[in-house]
């Protein structure tokens, strides 16, 4: 029962990382537009 609430966890914590990267990639991107 415990390792498959750890594996939830983990799961959810990889997926909240992967959109927040996301965000800040797209945030870069229209910086560098931008600047150039």
Request: aromatic share 12%.
């Amino acid at each position: 029962m415990s390792t498959v609430i750890f594996v939830s966890c983990m799961g959810a914590l990889l997926t909240a990382y992967t959109l927040w990267s996301a965000r800040n990639g797209q945030r870069r991107d229209r910086e560098r537009d931008w600047s150039n």
